[in-house]
């Protein structure tokens, strides 16, 4: 997934969400540590402004390493991944970090088709599965939304050219906007 997020947007963030990851890092320590751990790892989210998250980081890697050097190599191999919120501002980093929208709706598209069990063909399951996902882009679109246009202003990022690409167009039209 990663290779096809940076071949399809160049020079694009890839942001892990940091549940999923603490859950899988707790698999490589015992389970009498892992509540330690776990808190540990949450500290680093906990700072107050992203001058202060990679030192955090670094405290947090070389305490789980003194212990447990297997899952503080791979905390240290994760750095970039679980820490590109950063690079954005502090308002949006709640929803940078996580992905629970969208486990919310897998989790609907799990509970509607498992009541149906067998689709008779694949239309059905398209339709049960369009209308699902309809739901949250009706309720978006009236005006309730993950990030508002204020958040997603605020989070805009400079713009990344690469050799031989005219981005002058793009960027007349981002600053008019």
């Known amino acids: 997934m990663v290779n096809a997020i940076g ?5 694009a963030t ?12 707790l698999t490589k320590v015992p389970k009498s540590a892992q509540p330690w751990v776990a808190t540990l790892v949450r500290t680093i989210f906990d700072q107050p402004d992203a001058d202060t998250v990679p030192a955090q980081y670094d405290r947090a890697v070389t305490a789980i390493g003194e212990r447990f050097p297997t899952a503080a190599d791979r905390l240290h191999d994760a750095r970039e991944e679980l820490l590109a919120f950063t690079g954005f501002p502090r308002e949006v980093w709640r929803q940078v970090w996580s992905n629970n929208p969208q486990e919310r709706v ?24 369009g209308a699902v996902l309809a739901e949250p882009t009706d309720e978006w679109t ?33 600053a008019a906007a």
Do not use: D, S
């Open 106 to 129: 897998n989790k609907e598209i799990r509970r509607r088709t498992g009541v149906v069990g067998i689709f008779p063909n694949r239309a059905a399951i398209i339709r049960l599965v």
């Open 142 to 174: 009236e005006g309730r939304r993950y990030m508002g246009l204020e958040l997603l202003n605020k989070a805009r990022l400079a713009l990344i050219t690469t050799e031989g690409t005219n981005t002058e167009p793009v960027a007349a039209e981002l």
């Open 14 to 25: 890839w942001q892990r969400c940091r549940t999923h990851y603490r859950r899988n890092l």
């Open 7 to 11: 071949a399809a947007l160049p020079g």
